[in-house]
């Protein structure tokens, strides 16, 4: 069964700092990984999706990175902003099984202060 | 591009009551639609998948006869929470992706959720 692990589970940072947020699975074998932005009250916003075959994708300041080999996912956010603030979900669809389903983590809850 | 509308946002019902809450695609066809069950500080959790035209598959531990799953056409799929109970108060969101099977690259879009309160 996939297990999807993300840590911190909260991270607050001042205006301008580089961060990083960590995702880890447990079954290595999956189709692609997706992150997600969720604010408070609110559904899932998509971030970017990696392909089991890529290593990274990119969108504006955010970039996501992939080793499938050792169940590992970055988000890096540069130039944090206050309103980069809120609950960032990893989730995997595995390859194996039942492959068409997203397992998420609990998320990281980042609070960005000016 | 790919917006997922999903209503009502907020609903507060009496115990007993059946609700009903939609999930549109509004600009894109949704061959496959899921519905998440979300609790606090909590990751969501999938109840159900449908593809449009067919029955909806449930996952281990959801009621069907509960949790009424529609998806009658590529940009509607409805989800009737039968005879509600406080148990069932929780935050439901419905995802929509493009693209048929199970092995789709295309992501998922998620609907802004439901915040459901049964009294």
């Known amino acids: 069964k996939q297990e999807v692990t993300q840590i911190p589970a909260a991270l607050s940072v001042p205006e301008g700092e580089n961060l990083v947020l960590n995702c880890s699975f447990t079954d290595s074998a999956i189709y692609n990984l997706q992150w997600f932005r969720q604010d408070p009250g609110k559904g899932l916003t998509s971030l970017l999706l990696i392909q089991s075959s890529q290593r990274e994708q990119t969108s504006g300041r955010l970039n996501a990175s992939l080793d499938k080999s050792s169940g590992r996912s970055t988000l890096y956010i540069a130039a944090s902003q206050p309103g980069d603030s809120a609950t960032y979900l990893c989730?995997?669809?595995?390859?194996?099984?039942?492959?068409?389903?997203?397992?998420f983590g609990k998320g990281t809850l980042l609070t960005v202060n000016p | 591009g790919a917006v997922v509308s999903q209503h009502p946002s907020w609903v507060i019902c009496k115990s007993g009551t059946s609700v009903k809450i939609e999930c549109r695609s509004l600009?894109?066809?949704?061959?496959?639609m899921f519905w998440y069950r979300q609790f606090p500080k909590q990751s969501l959790m999938l109840m159900a998948t449908?593809?449009?035209?067919?029955?909806?598959?449930?996952e281990q531990g959801v009621e069907k006869d509960k949790f009424l799953i529609n998806h009658a056409s590529l940009t509607l799929s409805t989800l009737t929470v039968t005879s509600a109970h406080p148990e069932d108060s929780s935050f439901y969101i419905c995802?929509?992706?493009?693209?048929?099977?199970?092995?789709?690259?295309?992501?998922?879009?998620f609907g802004d959720g439901t915040r459901l309160s049964i009294l």
């Open positions: 995802s929509a992706r493009s693209g048929g099977g199970t092995l789709s690259n295309q992501p998922q879009h």
């Open positions: 449908s593809n449009e035209g067919s029955k909806a598959t449930y």
């Open positions: 600009d894109f066809q949704a061959t496959t």
């Open positions: 989730a995997v669809r595995s390859s194996g099984g039942s492959n068409y389903k997203l397992t």
